[in-house]
């Protein structure tokens, strides 16, 4: 059983900050390629950004230099820290992780997704 879990959304106004969360448990062998998307209401879900294990990110241009991805290998966790907030950021975010479960040698890949976090900003 795995389970990937956001946290931290919030009502903000805009130019405000905030930091997202996103855990995965459970029998996890290892954490790939992990990110974040986001879905407004009447629209499809889109990439945020992504981080590989290695640290390697990327972004969508809408949010390059305002938003940074972040992770923890050693806790499976990964994190979204937006700043200068605008109203079109808002939306619901998901958190996807590319995971490897099970125990050697009877592992397979899982694409994990989380229940989602919602974001509002106002102006």
């Known amino acids: 059983q795995v389970q990937v879990v956001e946290s931290g959304g919030g009502l903000v106004q805009a130019g405000d900050s905030l930091r997202l969360s996103c855990v995965a448990s459970?029998?996890?062998?290892?954490?790939?390629?992990m990110g974040w998307y986001r879905q407004a209401p009447g629209k499809d879900r889109e990439l945020v950004a992504q981080?590989?294990?290695?640290?390697?990110?990327d972004y969508a241009d809408a949010v390059q230099g305002r938003f940074t991805i972040s992770r923890d290998n050693a806790k499976n966790t990964i994190y979204l820290s937006m700043n200068s907030l605008k109203p079109e950021d808002t939306g619901t975010y998901y958190c996807?992780?590319?995971?490897?479960?099970?125990?050697?040698?009877?592992?397979?890949?899982?694409?994990?997704w989380g229940q989602g976090t919602q974001v509002t900003v106002s102006s």
């Open positions: 996807k992780a590319d995971l490897v479960v099970g125990t050697m040698p009877y592992t397979y890949e899982v694409d994990g």
């Open positions: 459970g029998n996890i062998f290892s954490t790939n390629l």
């Open positions: 981080i590989t294990r290695k640290g390697s990110t």
